[in-house]
DNA sequence: GCACCATGTAAGCAGTTGCTTACGCAGAGG
DNA sequence: CCTCTGCGTAAGCAACTGCTTACATGGTGC
């Protein structure tokens, strides 16, 4: 992962972390402080801004001063972009597959509803001619 | 990212790359060989090979000899907990952030609909006091 | 002004990624 | 048997991550 790419990945990189996945679910209860935010983790406190700092550019979250605290609080629609693409994918791999198994039950005639089951032997020649 | 995290991480991690994403949306289409995938990308067959084995340890596709060619396939199950994990924590983000706009709502009298508008002001000393 | 608190930043290190080129291995086909 | 094709693996390199231990910054309170 490139220092500079593009939103979407920020969002699922950040998002590939055990520790900033449960900071983003401590922080579903509310804001917190750094230092509250911190506690449960048995990391430093550097590391744990370093965690924000990833958090803050994916867009999660969002830091702000409150005198000598810094509150970081939840940006809800920092999860927009992750939630539409996987959600549309899944949809429409689930919908593809869904049409392969009409296919192939009206092919052979089978009531089987499992997916995927010899899937690999549409063609002894991969040509993409079964879309 | 340490070597050996848990699914989720590694499915949001495998996501978290532009090149990924792009050959899982061209596998949406239908299965492919390595080399059709490899086409349209300006990388060398080892980089797609690398990119294959995290997308396949992710769960997020599967490889199946064909005779000479090498068929990869999507596993639309694979995406089920990265959007179970977006969509349970978007929700939960959003309806709190609803309900602290109206909670903002009934104190203030306003009728203002924008969000997050001067949350940083609500305590002097955050204790997480608000929830 | 000065100690004290809560955080961010800088520097440094081990481990991982992502790419490359070179090579190995299995199947197809003469 | 030999060659060609498709693809994976090995080795090597630049860049990045994630952690650490100092240190700097800014607000509190005496």
Redesign the interface.
């Known amino acids: ?1 490139p220092i500079a ?2 939103p ?6 950040a ?4 520790t900033r ?1 449960a900071m ?2 401590r922080l ?6 750094v230092g ?1 935010l911190a506690a449960p983790f048995a990391v430093s406190r550097p590391a744990i801004s370093q965690h924000l700092g990833v958090l803050e550019e994916a867009g999660l979250i969002e830091r ?4 000598q ?1 810094r ?1 970081c ?2 940006r ?1 629609e920092g ?2 972009d ?2 539409a ?3 549309e ?2 949809a ?3 919908s ?2 869904d049409r392969l198994d009409e296919a192939l039950a009206g092919l052979t005639g089978g009531a089987d509803g499992t ?2 089951t010899t ?2 032997g ?5 040509d ?1 001619s ?2």
């Open positions: 992962m790419t593009d979407l990945s920020r969002i699922f990189f998002l590939a972390d055990p996945r983003l679910e579903a209860a509310g804001p917190q402080t509250e702000t001063r409150q005198g605290w509150s609080a939840l809800p999860l927009d992750a939630e693409w996987v959600a994918h899944r429409a791999w689930q593809r597959f997916r995927r899937r690999g549409a063609a002894d020649r991969p993409a079964e879309a």
